[in-house]
Structure formats: structure tokens, C-alpha cells
């Protein structure tokens, strides 16, 4: 007979599996991130169809049978439906919840990683929060992963244009590094990087911060091999969208 667990959580991925079924990706605050399958929610009729959208956030009661985990109820306490008055709100809120897919493992405590992907999407909806506070998740979020970026060689006394962004070692280096290694960015892209790595709040226009995601996007797939899909089109809302929110 399975057992059942009670977990808070919010769901950050849902595919679709068979005609009425969805496989759903939990990150939850005591059992880490949990694959779930969810029977029967794409049908209208679901009373349990918004426990397998995005962003729904709420408590989740779980029947496990080994390693196989299946929805049973849902009680509903958010959904951060205001991401979405704005668009580059919006994505970034969608590239938090693929971050904190990509950067966290199965059933491992993510307990901090919650908290500060809650708290961003707290800030997104209600409190005008916009791509810095984006920024300054993305960073912590890889230093919890264990991928910590650093101001590295660069001081806020050089000149930017002699460093290249080493995205190996997720740090500045002096532009002699070997290219194959490094991005070279621009200065403005370089300061406000070099800033947002320290927790401060740099200035910077959109063009700045479509650089820097497209660079840390590098640096994650690199150290992950895994692709930031949402990043790259938060970057690209960026460098050519015609609305950017309160960047």
C-alpha cells in the first residue's frame, strides 16, 4: 500500500503524458525537487488541474510507492498570476523556475533555493521587483549550485576593456587568457556584473543585462551542460523587445 507524504511546494515544469496525464516537477520545501505524476489534470474537469500549472504554489499530498510519486490532493495558496502583467516580469519569472530546475538535484534539500525563489517571485508580483532582483537571484542561486561568479581579477579601479569574462572558472580575467575559454564583453556589461557578483545593484541598461545572461548562460552550461532556455529568451526579450519593465 503506498504511503503518503504532505509537502509545500511549487511546480516548476509540466509535460504532458498520455491524453489526460502530466509529469510535474515539485520543489518543495522538506522533500527537495520531486518528479510527480498527475493523472487526469488536463481534463476540464479536474478539480486538480492548477496543481500541475507553473508557478502554482501551494501544499501537495503525494501517495509514494517506491521511487514513484503521484498527486493526490491540492490545496492552493498562490499562483503569482501578476508575473504576467509584464512581460519581461514574466520571463523572468519563468527563467527563476527553470533555474532552480537545471541548478538543483532530485530529492536533495532545497529548502534555501525555495526561499529565494519564492521570495523573488514575491517581489515580481507585489513589490515592483524587476531584472535586477532577477540578476541578483540567478547569482545566488548559482552559489548554492556551487558555481559562485566573482569580480576575479577585476577591481572597480581598471578599466573594463582589458578583462574577458573566464567562463570556466565563472570569474574576470586579464584579456591575455587564452580565447577559447573567455567571452569578451563590453565595458558597461563588465561593471555591472562585476557589481551584481558582490550583491550590489549596479547600474545598467537592457542591453547590459541581456549580455550578462547571455554570458552566465555560457557559464551554466558549461558547468552543468545543461541549457537555460528562458534565460536566453529573457536575453533576447531584452536586446530587442519593445517592453522591459523597470530594469
Given at each position: ?192 556584473l562585476a557589481a551584481y557578483a558582490e550583491g550590489e ?47
Amino acid at each position: 500500500m503506498a504511503e503518503e507524504i504532505k509537502a509545500e511546494g511549487i511546480c516548476l515544469r509540466s509535460v504532458e503524458y498520455g491524453e489526460t496525464d502530466r509529469i510535474v516537477t515539485l520543489l518543495t520545501d522538506e522533500w527537495g525537487k520531486l518528479t510527480v505524476r498527475a493523472k487526469g489534470v488536463s481534463s476540464p474537469k479536474s478539480k486538480l488541474r492548477h496543481a500541475a500549472i507553473p508557478f502554482s504554489f501551494g501544499e501537495y499530498i503525494l501517495a509514494v510507492k517506491g521511487d514513484y510519486y503521484t498527486l493526490k490532493s491540492f490545496d492552493y495558496k498562490d499562483a503569482f498570476t501578476a508575473v504576467s502583467d509584464d512581460l519581461t516580469r514574466y520571463f523572468a519569472g519563468a527563467a527563476a523556475l527553470e533555474i532552480a530546475d537545471k541548478l538543483t538535484e532530485e530529492q536533495v534539500s532545497v529548502s534555501a533555493e525555495l526561499a529565494r525563489l519564492l521570495r523573488l517571485l514575491m517581489s515580481l508580483c507585489y513589490d515592483g521587483g524587476g531584472v535586477p532582483d532577477f540578476l541578483l537571484y540567478l547569482l545566488d542561486m548559482l552559489r548554492l549550485a556551487g558555481y559562485r561568479v566573482s569580480r576575479g581579477e577585476y577591481g572597480a579601479d581598471r578599466d573594463p576593456k582589458y578583462f574577458v569574462f573566464d567562463v570556466e572558472e565563472g570569474c574576470f580575467r586579464a584579456s591575455v587568457l587564452r580565447s577559447g575559454y573567455a567571452v569578451k564583453m563590453t565595458a558597461s556589461a563588465v561593471r555591472l556584473l562585476a557589481a551584481y557578483a558582490e550583491g550590489e545593484r549596479g547600474e545598467g541598461d537592457p542591453a547590459s543585462f541581456a549580455e550578462v545572461f547571455a554570458v552566465l548562460s555560457q557559464y551554466v552550461k558549461g558547468k552543468t551542460g545543461k541549457n537555460l532556455r528562458a534565460l536566453f529568451e529573457l536575453a533576447d526579450l531584452l536586446r530587442y523587445g519593445t517592453t522591459f519593465g523597470d530594469v
